[in-house]
C-alpha cells in the first residue's frame, strides 16, 4: 500500500523567506502527487498535481513542487512566503490510475511579519 | 464559483443519537469522496462514490457507518448510533471522474462532536 511521509511537523519561516516542505512517499511505481493547503476551519484546496511528465510543477499562489524519483520525493517550495500563505499543507499520493488518495500528516506553516 | 456544500458546518450531540451529514457535490462531478479528520488519525478516506454507486468503502466502519447518494446531487454519511470515538471534521470532496489525476474539491467540513 502507499504512504506519504511528512517529516515537518511545523516549520516557521519569516515572511519574504523561501520555503521548502518535504514529501515523501513509498509506492511500487509512479504515483500521482499532490499538495493541498487548509486555512483554519476550511476544507482543502488544491496546490498542484503531478502524474506525468514535466517533474517540475507549478501550482496557484506562486507554488511549485519538484517529483525526484531517485529519492521519492515530491518537495513544495515558494520562492518568497506571504503572511497569508500560514496554513496547513498536505501532500498526497493516488496510485497511478486511481482516485483513492492517501495523506501525509500535514505541515503546519507558520509566518512570522 | 462552484462550491462543494456540506450541511451542518458544526454538530453535537449525545452519545447514541443518529447523525446525519451532508453534501451536495458541484454540479456536473460525478465521483464523490467522505473523508475524516482527526488529530490522531489525520485525514482518512471513508468511502467514495462513481455516478452514486459505491466504489469503496473500506474505510469506513461498518457496523456504525453508512453513505448513500439519493441522487447526482446529494451524498450522506450517517452515523447511528455515534460514539465520543466519532468526533472529528468531515469533509466532503467531489470531482470530474478523470482518472488518477482527477482533482478533488472539497467542503468545508462538517465538526462532529459527540458527548
Known sequence: AQSVTQPDIHITVSEGASLELRCNYSYGATPYLFWYVQSPGQGLQLLLKYFSGDTLVQGIKGFEAEFKRSQSSFNLRKPSV????????????????????TFGTGTQLKVEL | DARVTQ???????EMGQEVTMRCQPILGHNTVFWYRQTMMQGLELLAYFRNRAPLDDSGMP????????????????????????????????????????????FGPGTRLTVL
Open chain 2, 7 to 13: 450541511t451542518p458546518r458544526h454538530k453535537v450531540t
Open chain 2, 62 to 105: 461498518k457496523d456504525r457507518f453508512s453513505a448513500e447518494m439519493p441522487d447526482a446531487t446529494l451524498a450522506t454519511l450517517k452515523i447511528q448510533p455515534s460514539e465520543p470515538r466519532d468526533s472529528a471534521v468531515y469533509f466532503c470532496a467531489s470531482g470530474s471522474g478523470q482518472q488518477g489525476a482527477d482533482t478533488q474539491y
Open chain 1, 82 to 101: 506571504h503572511w497569508s500563505d500560514a496554513a496547513e499543507y498536505f501532500c498526497a499520493v493516488a496510485p497511478g490510475g486511481g482516485n483513492k488518495l
